[in-house]
C-alpha cells in the first residue's frame, strides 16, 4: 500500500502503524505479520532519502526497534562474519590528531576542476533552519 503512496501520505499511515505498535506485538498480529511490517518499513527506508528525512527514518528505526525483540533471528549476526578489513586507529596524544588541518597533496586527496576546493566555504544549515525547511515547529 504504502508504495503507490507519495511520502507526505506514508508519514500519515505510518503514524497509524507506530501508535498501534502494542496491536502488533500482540500474538495474533506478530506471527503473521511481523514480516509484512519488515518489509514495509524497508521499503520505505529505500525510498527516503537519509538527509533529508532524517527523522522520518528515525521514527521507523525506532518503530523497528520497539517491534522486535533483541533475540529476533533478523537481527544477530549467526555466522558471526565481521568486517576484519575495517581498522581505526586511535590516536593517543592530541597532537598526532589531523582533525581539523587542511589535506595536503602528500594526502592523496586530488581535487579536479569543478569540484569544491582552495578553501570554498561549505554551508551548513542550522538546526532552527532545518525546521523551517522541513516545516517543523519548536513547539
Do not use: H
Not at 54 to 77: D, H, M, W, Y
Amino acid at each position: 500500500v504504502l508504495d503507490c503512496l507519495p511520502l507526505y501520505q506514508c508519514d500519515k499511515v505510518f503514524s497509524f502503524v507506530e501508535e498501534n505498535v502494542s496491536t502488533w506485538k500482540s500474538n495474533s498480529f506478530y506471527t503473521a505479520g511481523k514480516n509484512y511490517l519488515l518489509r514495509m518499513c524497508n521499503d520505505l527506508l529505500r525510498r527516503l532519502s537519509k538527509s533529508q528525512n532524517t527523522v522520518f527514518c528515525g521514527r521507523i528505526q525506532l518503530f523497528l526497534a520497539r517491534l522486535f525483540p533483541l533475540s529476533e533471528k533478523s537481527g544477530l549476526n549467526l555466522q558471526s562474519q565481521f568486517n576484519l578489513d575495517n581498522i581505526t586507529v586511535f590516536n593517543k596524544n592530541e597532537q598526532e590528531s589531523t582533525l581539523g588541518q587542511k589535506p595536503t597533496e602528500e594526502d592523496g586527496m586530488e581535487v579536479e576542476e569543478g569540484e569544491m576546493g582552495d578553501g570554498e566555504p561549505i554551508l551548513v544549515p542550522s538546526i532552527a533552519m532545518l525546521g523551517i525547511i522541513c516545516g517543523f515547529s519548536s513547539t
